[in-house]
C-alpha cells in the first residue's frame, strides 16, 4: 500500500451532502399532493400487526417496539380502529344483587345496548311497586279481611276475659280494664267501691274479698295465657295476607318482565328471584309517615332496616354497555395503576364509617376494551406498583377479579365485597423501547408466553426519488393535518435534508414523525412572521437555525473557552505525541461535537497502556475495550519475536466527565505512535474513528456533529486551507454536512479525509509514510513503523541488558540522545 501522504484524496463537495434537488419534483406546493394512506416506511411493523390482530389465540397479544417521536401510539391505534368496525359490538356487563350471598355479586352478560335497557326496566319495576303495593293495602278487600283476623283475635280474648268478668260479678267484684292491663275492685250493687269505702268494711269482709280478687287474678292469669299464642297466630296470618297481596302486585309485573327478556335466562332467573325477595319485604314498599310504623292489636310491626337504601339491592350497576354498530372497542389508558386496570370497590362515608355496595363497582381498562383492543404504554405498567402483576393474571386467566389492593395485600381487614369475576376477551397491545422489551424477554419468564407477537418500527426508510416523493407526501399530510400552510417544493427538499441528517445518514431518512412536524409547526410559525403565504425554503432554514439557538447555549460556551485558551485545542503546528479527538454531546435532545486534546507518554515498562481515564473510573467499558485494542495492534505489529516491554499512558486532557465508547481509539492509537516514533503529528486536524487489532478504521456514530465541532473553533480562529478531519471511509455515506461546511470545503479552506487504515492515517497527520515491511521482514528507513519498531527494539534491548554501573548508564543516554 502507498501511504505517500500527497497521494490520498480528500472528500468532494458533492460527498459531504447529498441534497435533494427540488427540480425532480413535479408539484408546486404540497397542496396539489394528496394524503398518504399508508404508513410510510414501516411495513414489517404494519405485516406484524395485521398478523397480532388476526390470530385468535392465546398468548397472542403484541409488544409494539421502537424509539420515541416515531407515532407508534397513532399508527397502532388507527389500525386498530380500522380493524374493530367490521366487527361485532362485544357483550354488556353489569353488575346486580346477589340474595344468598350478598357480598358476592352477581355479574350478568347481555347482549350489546341492553344493559341500559334493563336497568331502566329494573328501576320502573321499583317505583311501579312502590307504588302499586301501598295501592293493594289501600283496597276494601284487604280492610275487611284485616278486620276479620283482628276481630277473631278479639273475639277469643274477649270471650276468655268475659267468663272470668262474669264470675267476678257473681261474688261483688267487677273487671276493669286499665292501660296497665286488667285488674279487679270491690264493688258495692253496681258501682266500684271507694278505697275508703274498702276500708270502713269490717276486717273479715275485707279479707274474704281479697282472698276473692286473688282467686279472680290466678282464674285470670290462666284464661289469658294463650292470648300471646293468639297475637303470634293473627300476625302470621297478617304477614300471609300482606304476601298474598303484595305476590299479587309483584307477580304481574315480574311476569311482564320474563316474558320480555326470556331469551335470556340468567336474566330470568335474576327477575325470579327479585320477585320472591320483593314477595318477602313489602313492607319497605308502604311508605310509612314519618313518626309512623305499622301496629297490629296496638302493637307496632317490626320495618326492614335501610329504608330508600334498601331499595338499592334492586338497583342495576352497568359497569360496560356498548352501541350494537358500534364495533369492538379500542382503549387506551393514560394512567395504568392497578385500580385503573383490574377495576375498584368504592365506599362512601355514613356515619363515622365506611360502607359500600355493588352499585360503587366501577369499571377499569380490562373492562372497557373486553372484547376490543387495549393499548398500554410499557413503562408506566411496569413503574406502577402491582399494576404488571395485575395484568399478567388477568390475560392468563382469562377472567377480570375485581379486588382492592389492601385485600390482595391483607393490609385491611374489614369485610369487602368479591364481585364475581367477568370473562375476558382481549388483545393486549403494550407500547415501548427495544431495551424494555428484550429486558422483559429475558428476565420474565411469563412474557414470552403472553406477548408472543413483537412489532417492531423503524426509524427511518431509504432514500431514493420514489421514497422522496412519498415523504413529500407525508410532509403534505401532516401540514394539512395541523392546519399550517402548504410548503413549496424548495421547502420540502430542505425537509427531506434535514430529515436525512436526523437519520444520520445520507442514503436515508428518518420517519421520526413528531420531530417532523414539529419542524412544520416551527416552520409554519417563521413563514406567518415573514407574512409569507406558502412556507419556502428561507423559513424552513429559519427554523432549523433558530431550533439550534435555543439549544446550543453549552456548545457555544465550550467554543468560547477553547477560542479564550482555557480548553487547549491547537488548529496549527506540531506536536508528537499530541492529537485532537473528537466527542458527542448530547443534552436535551440536541447534539454537538467537541474536539478534545489526546496526549500519549511512552517509556520503558512492562508492555502495559494505562488508560488514564479508565484508572480514575471517568472511562465507560467501551473506551476501556478501545484502548485494549491499542495494546494488541501494537503486540501484534511490533512485538512478534520480542516481549513488548513498553509502559504507556493515555489521556484526554481537560477531561472531568465521563467518557464512553471507542470513537477516539484511533486518536488514542495515532498519539501513541507518534510518541514512539517522536514524529510530529499536525495540529490542524481531528481524528474520529474507532480500530480493530489489525489497523482498520471501523465508522462510529456523530460524524456530521463531529466534523462541524472541530469546522467551527477552526473558522473562528481562521480557515487556512491545511485543517480538516479524518473519518472512517465507512462514515462517508453517513455525511449530511452543514452549508456552510461544504462551501468551506469547495473553497479549498478545509478538507475530509476519509481513511481506512491507521497506516493511512498516521501518513496523513505526520507527513511521514506509514511504511510497509518489504521482503526481508523490515520497515523501510524513515517511515512511521520503522521508527516506531526500533523504539520498541530499543526497549527490548534495555530491558534485557544487565543493570550497568553509573558512568555507563549515562553514556548510554547521552549515546540514544545523538
Same mark, same amino acid.
Given at each position: ?34 394524503? =398518504? ?127 272470668? $268478668? ?152 352497568? =359497569? ?183 437519520? $444520520? ?25 415573514? &407574512?409569507?403565504?406558502?412556507? &419556502? ?27 479564550? $485558551? ?52 471517568? &472511562? ?52 501513541? =505512535? ?46 487556512? &486551507? ?12 453517513? =455525511? ?83
Amino acid at each position: 500500500m502507498n501511504a505517500d501522504p500527497t497521494s490520498h484524496r480528500t472528500l468532494a463537495p458533492s460527498d459531504l451532502c447529498r441534497a435533494c434537488d427540488p427540480d425532480r419534483f413535479a408539484f408546486g406546493t404540497t397542496d396539489e399532493l394528496p394524503d =398518504l394512506a399508508l404508513e410510510l416506511g414501516q411495513d414489517r411493523a404494519m405485516d406484524a400487526l395485521r398478523f397480532g390482530t388476526g390470530i385468535a389465540r392465546e398468548g397472542y397479544n403484541l409488544y409494539a417496539m421502537g424509539p420515541e417521536g416515531l407515532g407508534r401510539h397513532a399508527i397502532v391505534r388507527r389500525l386498530l380502529e380500522r380493524n374493530v368496525a367490521s366487527r361485532a359490538a362485544p357483550p354488556d356487563r353489569c353488575y346486580v344483587f346477589n340474595f344468598e350471598s350478598p357480598h358476592r355479586p352477581r355479574a350478568l352478560e347481555l347482549p350489546a345496548g341492553q344493559a341500559t335497557r334493563f336497568s331502566r326496566d329494573m328501576a320502573r319495576l321499583v317505583e311501579d311497586l312502590r307504588a302499586g303495593i301501598p295501592a293493594a293495602f289501600e283496597t276494601d278487600e284487604y280492610r275487611a279481611r284485616l278486620q276479620e283476623i283482628e276481630a277473631e283475635f278479639g273475639e277469643r280474648q274477649d270471650r276468655v276475659v268475659g267468663t272470668v $268478668g262474669e264470675r267476678a260479678r257473681e261474688q261483688g267484684v267487677a273487671l276493669l280494664r286499665t292501660p296497665a292491663g286488667f285488674g279487679f275492685v270491690p264493688r258495692r250493687g253496681d258501682e266500684v267501691m271507694s278505697p275508703d269505702e274498702f276500708r270502713k268494711l269490717p276486717p273479715a269482709e275485707q279479707k274474704r274479698l281479697e282472698e276473692i280478687i286473688t282467686a279472680l287474678q290466678e282464674e285470670l292469669e290462666l284464661a289469658i295465657r294463650d292470648v300471646p299464642k293468639w297475637r303470634r297466630e293473627a300476625q302470621r296470618k297478617l304477614r300471609e295476607l300482606n304476601r298474598q297481596v303484595t305476590r299479587t302486585a309483584v307477580n304481574g309485573l315480574a311476569e311482564e318482565l320474563k316474558s320480555a327478556w326470556q331469551a335470556l335466562p340468567q336474566v330470568v332467573e335474576y327477575f325470579t328471584r327479585v320477585q320472591e325477595d320483593m314477595i318477602d319485604h313489602a313492607e319497605v314498599f308502604r311508605h310509612p309517615k314519618e313518626g309512623e310504623q305499622p301496629q297490629l292489636f296496638g302493637v307496632p310491626l317490626p320495618l326492614p332496616e335501610g329504608g330508600e337504601a334498601f331499595l338499592r339491592r334492586y338497583r342495576v350497576n352497568v =359497569l360496560i354497555t356498548h352501541a350494537p354498530d358500534a364495533g369492538a372497542p379500542v382503549v387506551y389508558e393514560d394512567n395504568p395503576v392497578h385500580d385503573n386496570l383490574v377495576g375498584r370497590v368504592e365506599h362512601i362515608a355514613h356515619m363515622g364509617a365506611l360502607t359500600t355496595d355493588f352499585t360503587l363497582i366501577k369499571a377499569g381498562a380490562l373492562h372497557r376494551a373486553n372484547g376490543g383492543y387495549l393499548v398500554l404504554d410499557a413503562m408506566k405498567v411496569l413503574t406502577q406498583p402491582y399494576a404488571w402483576e395485575a395484568l399478567k393474571r388477568a390475560v392468563r386467566s382469562r377472567e377480570v377479579r375485581i379486588e382492592s389492593l389492601g385485600q390482595a395485600l391483607s393490609l385491611v381487614a374489614t369485610v369487602s365485597l368479591e364481585p364475581e369475576p367477568v370473562p375476558l376477551d382481549v388483545k393486549v397491545v403494550l407500547v415501548g423501547s427495544r431495551m424494555l422489551y428484550y429486558m422483559l424477554h429475558a428476565y420474565d419468564p411469563e412474557f414470552p408466553e403472553l406477548f408472543k407477537v413483537a412489532v417492531d418500527f423503524e426509524e427511518d426508510m431509504p432514500r431514493n426519488p420514489a421514497s422522496d416523493l412519498l415523504y413529500a407526501r407525508m410532509i403534505a399530510t401532516l401540514a394539512r393535518g395541523e392546519r399550517l400552510r402548504a410548503l413549496d417544493r424548495a421547502a420540502v427538499a430542505r425537509v427531506i435534508d434535514h430529515g436525512a441528517r436526523g437519520a $444520520g445518514d445520507s442514503e436515508k431518512v428518518s420517519i421520526l414523525t413528531r420531530d417532523l412536524a414539529d419542524l412544520l409547526r416551527e416552520s409554519d410559525y417563521w413563514a406567518a412572521g415573514a &407574512g409569507h403565504a406558502v412556507i &419556502g425554503v428561507a423559513d424552513v432554514e429559519r427554523a432549523i437555525e433558530a431550533r439550534v439557538e435555543r439549544a446550543d447555549r453549552v456548545r457555544r460556551r465550550l467554543q468560547e473557552e477553547i477560542l479564550r $485558551g482555557t480548553l487547549l485545542i491547537a488548529t496549527g503546528g506540531s506536536r508528537a505525541g499530541q492529537v485532537n479527538g473528537l466527542a458527542v454531546t448530547r443534552l436535551g435532545g440536541y447534539s454537538f461535537g467537541t474536539p478534545h486534546r489526546i496526549t500519549a507518554r511512552v517509556r520503558l515498562g512492562a508492555g502495559r497502556v494505562v488508560d488514564i481515564e479508565r484508572e480514575t473510573e471517568l &472511562g465507560g467499558p467501551l473506551h476501556s475495550k478501545g484502548v485494549l485494542i491499542l495494546s494488541g495492534f501494537i503486540a501484534g505489529r511490533y512485538a512478534t519475536n520480542r516481549p513488548l516491554t513498553l509502559a504507556a499512558s493515555l489521556v484526554f486532557e481537560q477531561s472531568y466527565g465521563g467518557i464512553e465508547g471507542d470513537s477516539a481509539s484511533s486518536a488514542e492509537l495515532y498519539a501513541l =505512535l507518534s510518541a514512539l516514533a517522536d514524529a510530529p503529528i499536525r495540529q490542524s486536524l481531528a481524528v474520529t474513528g474507532s480500530v480493530n487489532q489489525h489497523g482498520e478504521v471501523q465508522a462510529i456514530g456523530g460524524v456530521n456533529e463531529k466534523i462541524e465541532g472541530f469546522f467551527d473553533v477552526c473558522r473562528a480562529r481562521g480557515l487556512t &486551507g491545511e485543517q480538516g478531519v479524518l473519518i472512517p471511509q465507512s462514515n462517508v455515506k453517513h =455525511l449530511m454536512l452543514r452549508r456552510d461546511v461544504v462551501e468551506a470545503v469547495a473553497d479549498g479552506r478545509f478538507r475530509i479525509h476519509p481513511v481506512e487504515t491507521i497506516d493511512a492515517g498516521i501518513a496523513i497527520l505526520t507527513r511521514v509514510p506509514a511504511g510497509e515491511r518489504g521482503a526481508d521482514g523490515r520497515f523501510a528507513p524513515g517511515t512511521i513503523n520503522f521508527l516506531v519498531e526500533r523504539r520498541l527494539t530499543e526497549f527490548a534491548d534495555r530491558a534485557r541488558a544487565p543493570v550497568a554501573p553509573g558512568p555507563v548508564r549515562r553514556a548510554r543516554r547521552h549515546k540514544e540522545r545523538e
